[in-house]
Protein backbone atom coordinates (compact mmCIF):
# COMPACT_ATOMS: atom_id res chain seq x y z
CA UNK A 1 0.00 0.00 0.00
CA UNK A 2 2.01 3.01 -1.64
CA UNK A 3 1.26 6.46 0.13
CA UNK A 4 2.57 9.45 -1.52
CA UNK A 5 4.83 10.57 1.21
CA UNK A 6 7.80 13.04 0.72
CA UNK A 7 11.18 13.37 2.00
CA UNK A 8 10.28 16.08 4.89
CA UNK A 9 7.59 14.54 5.53
CA UNK A 10 5.76 14.51 8.86
CA UNK A 11 3.62 11.24 9.92
CA UNK A 12 2.20 9.89 12.53
CA UNK A 13 1.34 6.12 13.38
CA UNK A 14 -2.29 5.15 12.72
CA UNK A 15 -4.18 4.07 15.73
CA UNK A 16 -3.70 0.37 14.83
CA UNK A 17 -0.24 0.85 15.22
CA UNK A 18 -0.34 1.75 19.25
CA UNK A 19 2.34 -1.55 19.22
CA UNK A 20 5.02 1.01 18.74
CA UNK A 21 4.29 3.57 21.47
CA UNK A 22 6.86 2.25 23.78
CA UNK A 23 9.59 3.91 20.89
CA UNK A 24 10.82 6.96 22.54
CA UNK A 25 8.93 9.62 20.76
CA UNK A 26 6.14 11.83 21.33
CA UNK A 27 2.78 10.88 19.93
CA UNK A 28 4.11 8.36 17.39
CA UNK A 29 5.55 11.33 15.04
CA UNK A 30 7.73 10.78 12.01
CA UNK A 31 10.03 12.58 9.97
CA UNK A 32 10.31 11.18 6.60
CA UNK A 33 14.34 11.32 5.41
CA UNK A 34 14.43 8.83 2.88
CA UNK A 35 12.43 7.26 -0.18
CA UNK A 36 13.09 3.62 -1.28
CA UNK A 37 12.72 3.96 -5.11
CA UNK A 38 13.09 0.20 -5.27
CA UNK A 39 10.39 -0.21 -2.97
CA UNK A 40 6.47 0.46 -2.85
CA UNK A 41 6.27 -0.41 0.90
CA UNK A 42 9.09 0.91 3.03
CA UNK A 43 10.53 4.51 3.52
CA UNK A 44 13.26 5.76 6.12
CA UNK A 45 12.26 7.94 8.68
CA UNK A 46 13.58 9.47 12.17
CA UNK A 47 11.28 9.12 15.27
CA UNK A 48 10.75 12.76 16.48
CA UNK A 49 11.51 14.15 20.14
CA UNK A 50 14.02 11.07 19.84
CA UNK A 51 17.34 11.62 21.59
CA UNK A 52 18.95 9.74 18.43
CA UNK A 53 19.15 11.05 15.05
CA UNK A 54 19.26 7.27 13.61
CA UNK A 55 17.06 6.36 11.00
CA UNK A 56 14.44 3.46 10.71
CA UNK A 57 13.26 1.58 7.70
CA UNK A 58 9.09 1.83 8.83
CA UNK A 59 6.14 0.35 6.62
CA UNK A 60 3.92 3.05 4.80
CA UNK A 61 0.96 1.19 5.72
CA UNK A 62 1.57 2.11 9.22
CA UNK A 63 0.98 6.03 9.03
CA UNK A 64 -1.22 9.05 8.49
CA UNK A 65 -0.14 12.14 6.70
CA UNK A 66 0.02 14.61 8.99
CA UNK A 67 2.10 17.72 7.32
CA UNK A 68 3.31 18.18 4.10
CA UNK A 69 7.10 18.94 4.02
CA UNK A 70 7.19 23.10 3.82
CA UNK A 71 3.96 23.08 4.24
Not at 14 to 33: C, D, E, I, N, Q
Request: proline content about 4%; charged content about 20%.
Amino acid sequence: MKTDFEVGDLLQFKPASRVFAALPASAGLVLVTKILPTSSRFFYGQLVDSNSNEEHLWSYDQFLLLSRAGG
